[in-house]
């Protein structure tokens, strides 16, 4: 069966050497690795499973705050909700030149809706609100006059941006009878500080669920290398070489990793697709226009990748501590 | 120029038993040279020595006049696929086939898989096995496992084959037919080195024996022919 081994003459260790096809070996034994990873993860599947699932969950929150931070902030730079400002009338204005007001603010363009509030309306609402506080309803008493204005809350059509309503605020206030405009921002801006926090909190949570994932994936390829420590000793007597011996741990780590962030997408594609009708239902209590971005396919790439070099940071960190050899 | 080299080898381990005591020996290309000695003498020792599984505690080991304890991690690999061990517990891989198992010399070296299949076919039925591919190595009997063994030391048909009790488990109808395995290989060119306590096997085979005691090199027949003539 055998042919002739040629004996070969030269002297010095140069002889024990690859002989050529470099790329073609380095290939194929690519080739040779990713069947072997296959028939490796196929053959333990539940636990295969099991690992993509725990890396998957690691990444799924990181991933659906990217979409949340990044929707939320596509959200308040192009701002299109309903603006609304609220005209505070002088204490001393006459009835007539609040009436006037009204009058030509819903004969402006641009204004949906406009809602006058008179005092004895602003100060009934004040004690309601203040749950009919008695120190309240004596101070107001012992005053004998009203301290609160006429006011209109005007809501503008969807699309006014933040500049047309500072624009109709400067042209309201050296109005006849104008005490001031107040722009009624503030479910905006707490928005933002929101999510300034959330982002925050969110960019802390997510460092410790990635390193969770790397540390899931170095946990599963230390035990991939434990139980293969047998095979790696004959690899080592027949002349595998140390890179081919660690090939296979980092394919286990690559296989663990975008598995896992395959589960992530699947993961937040439910969860998004379950918080959908609530979220719009939410909208339209605040007469927003929300729909949600960023599932694109780039996302996608995004979350694979980053599986994939978490995994693979995993397969390294178990490979740096437990090297095969012979 | 001989081949294989031992100067003045010596390996003693942590436990301060001495595994080899100051050995030295010459082995020519292409011959083939039996090893035998007690249990315990040392002949797993030499054998792993020169594979580079063991270091020297004092003394050189050369094989075709490269040191091997000197071989950096970029040789050693290219060194060993040269050279075909027999391990004495014959370390097959229990998840793999024993067509997989005698395939894995070749896997590393990536040759075509036909001629993978070609050349496994060709070891196995050497060894008796051709009609056992497909089963795994728990289903042989041991005998047929140290037979996988050798079939995965020869497939790669190296320059120096190892073997370490290639025929401990085995009849005598077919120990003879590994050793006659081993002078086909021998006369393609081969050096090989066999392990051995099995007297009556290796003392008609007319090859050089090397006789081992407590690490000691006692006797050498290449010796007494020389005091011979
Ligand atoms: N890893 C080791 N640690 C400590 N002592 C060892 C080790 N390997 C071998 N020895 C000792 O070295 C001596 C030689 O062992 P070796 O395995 O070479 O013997 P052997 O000739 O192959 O025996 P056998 O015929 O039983 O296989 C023995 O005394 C053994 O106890
Ligand atoms: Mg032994």
Redesign the pocket.
Known sequence: MAKRTKPRGDNGSERWRPRGGYLRGWLADHVRVASDTTLFISQRMLSSLLVWLMVGVALTLPGLLWIAHSNLQTFSQQWQGNAGLTVYMKLNASDAAVADMGERLRQRANITRVEATTPEQALQQMLAQSGDSEFLRQAVVAVETNPLPASFAVVLDTGTSFLALEALRRQLLPESGVDDVVIETTWLERLRDLSDFASRVGAGLSIMLLLAAVMVAFASVRIAIESRLGELRVLALIGATPAQMRRPFLYFGSAYGIGGGFVAIVLIAVFLNQIEAPLLSLAVSYQVGVQIAGFTSPFLLVMLLLGWLLGVLGALLALSQRTPSA | MSFLQLQHVSRR???G???LANVSVSIEQGSMVFLT??????????LKMLIGAEQPTSGRVLVDGSDVSRLGSKQMPWFRRQVGVVL?DHNLLEDRSVFDNVALPLRITHLRAKDIERRVRGALSTVDLSNKGHLFPRHLSTGEQQRVGIARAVVNRPRIILA??PTGNLDPYLSRQVIALFHQFRDLGSTVLV?S?DIDLIKDQGCRILH?SQ?ELVQDTANLEQAAD
Do not use: M, P, R
Request: aromatic content about 4%; proline content about 0%.
């Open positions: 381990f942590d436990n038993s001495q595994g000695g007690h249990s315990g003498a040392g002949k797993s020792t030499l004495q370490d009790e392990a306590h081992l690490g």
